[in-house]
């Protein structure tokens, strides 16, 4: 019934994307054909006004002068208007077709991530192959009623918990999360879970690990990375609590000296960012002001050596991240996404980008998805990884959180340590809507005439 349902939706999504399609399609004729190619040059303009204010709110950015920041905004300021000047010339008609063509091809977007997430099947999340186990008997489960601005609270998540016989902890300040898990199972938990961010899961996760009980994430921070990772839905975090009944997965973790991590772990710039007492309050202010003081040379690059399995040598570099397993680029995050959790790997990616021009550059190619490693950044995975270094106290991001390593550096990766436990159905997630992408087109298509998401 519910496969039913859910195909019947998908199909009517498909067609709603099928016919926004046809409208922008029929929408750019007739305002190509109205303008007797007016439409072209003012496609131009607009093009090239946007590259401009790109250009010119990039220096803004970067620049320590004042006076230049103030003239890069005043630049781009009169190129917007300038712009609306020239959209108001096209004819208020023309404007506004523009505008419903824009519309449309929103709706398109929105219509077809959702005929392609409607058509989804949903996929066992557990081996096959693998016995079901028993749920646990005495589940326990660390809240942090802070993380992600109270969502705990805001969705009812403790009293949900103990609803289903969970044993809840409310995390208190001072609290160390990995000494609170281990009280825990020695007074019998057969399963511990977390419900925060991603910077407390690796402190329970190692608990997990060291006393073999399966770990469960419930999503109630800001970003929950390993959530999006395990499949699980960051929006309707009382929907992960199923796990404590579902299906069990062993996948990867990374360790740094005996510090675990289950996403990644920064050095560099990054770690820098972390670190800063004003970062939680002011992310963006904090980010700017040191990114831009390391690419000014005004606070030291990485100080630390290391190697990548070709013996090439690297030293300085801005930013080194290791991260437990794959990521791919533009995968749903700020880093991306890992499709796979068990694959014994470490990710080792070295920015050495160390101009603003540079950085410029690698960041318009990530987002065209066309950012091989090169000359500007290195990437490799590899089982271990040693980093050296002559400080004696390292700044470092685990997962987000920032702490103090002490070289040398030491990473690893033990695989399928980790007992996870998963809702018993997870449904995939689905590739991205690229509207310049014909395959996309066609898989709506085939949901419209009812041949299924491929």
Not at 49 to 69: N, Q, Y
Not at 353 to 379: C, E, K, Y
Not at 430 to 437: S, Y
Request: contains cysteine; hydrophobic residues 55%.
């Amino acid at each position: 019934m519910g496969g039913e349902t859910g195909g019947v939706a998908a199909r009517g999504w498909a067609i709603a994307a099928l016919a926004a399609l046809l409208l922008v399609a029929a929408g750019l004729v007739a305002v190509v054909v109205g303008s007797n190619g007016a439409f072209l040059a003012v496609l131009l303009d607009v093009a090239l006004s946007l590259a401009v204010v790109a250009a010119t709110v990039w220096w803004a950015f970067t620049t320590r002068r004042v006076w230049k920041r103030r003239l890069n905004v005043v630049v781009a300021g009169l190129v917007v208007a300038a712009l609306l000047v020239v959209l108001v010339a096209f004819g208020v008609a023309q404007a506004l077709g523009v505008v419903a063509l824009a519309a449309a091809i929103l709706c398109y977007a929105a219509a077809a991530r959702r005929a392609l997430a409607a058509a989804a099947r949903p996929a066992p999340a557990g081996d096959s192959g693998s016995p079901r186990p028993a749920p646990p008997a005495r589940p326990w489960l660390l809240v942090n009623p802070h993380s992600g601005g109270g969502k705990a609270e805001r969705t009812g998540l403790v009293g949900a918990a103990r609803a289903r016989g969970i044993q809840v902890h409310l995390l208190a300040p001072g609290d160390d999360p990995g000494e609170l898990a281990r009280q825990a199972v020695a007074a019998g938990a057969d399963a511990v879970g977390v419900a925060g961010g991603d910077g407390s899961l690796g402190l329970v996760a190692a608990v997990a690990v060291d006393a073999d009980v399966p770990f469960v994430c419930i999503p109630v921070g800001t970003r929950n990375h390993f959530a999006m990772d395990l499949g699980l839905d960051r929006a309707d975090p009382l929907a992960a609590l199923d796990a404590f009944a579902g299906s069990e997965r062993r996948i990867d973790v990374g360790l740094v000296g005996a510090r675990m991590f289950l996403n990644n772990v920064s050095l560099g710039a990054y770690a820098e960012v972390v670190a800063e007492p004003g970062y939680r309050a002011e992310k963006l202010a904090t980010a700017h002001d040191v990114l831009l003081g390391a690419l000014r040379g005004e606070r030291a690059l990485l100080q630390a050596e290391f190697s990548d399995p070709e013996g090439r040598h690297y030293h300085d570099v801005l930013v080194l991240l290791v991260a437990n397993n794959s990521y791919e680029l533009g995968g749903g995050g700020d880093l991306g996404a890992r499709t796979h959790l068990d694959d014994g790997v470490l990710q080792v990616s070295a920015l050495r980008a160390r101009t603003g021009v540079a950085l410029a550059g690698l960041a318009a190619r990530l987002a065209r998805r066309r950012a091989s490693p090169g000359t500007d950044w290195a990437q490799w995975t590899t089982a271990a990884l040693r980093v050296d270094a002559e400080l004696a106290d390292l700044p470092a991001g685990i997962d987000g959180e920032a702490v103090v390593l002490h070289p040398p550096l030491e990473f690893q990766v033990l695989p399928r340590a980790l007992r996870v436990l998963v809702p018993r159905v997870l449904r995939p997630r689905t590739r991205e809507v690229r509207l310049g992408d014909w395959a996309t087109v066609r898989r709506v298509g085939a949901i419209a005439i009812g041949g299924g998401a491929r």
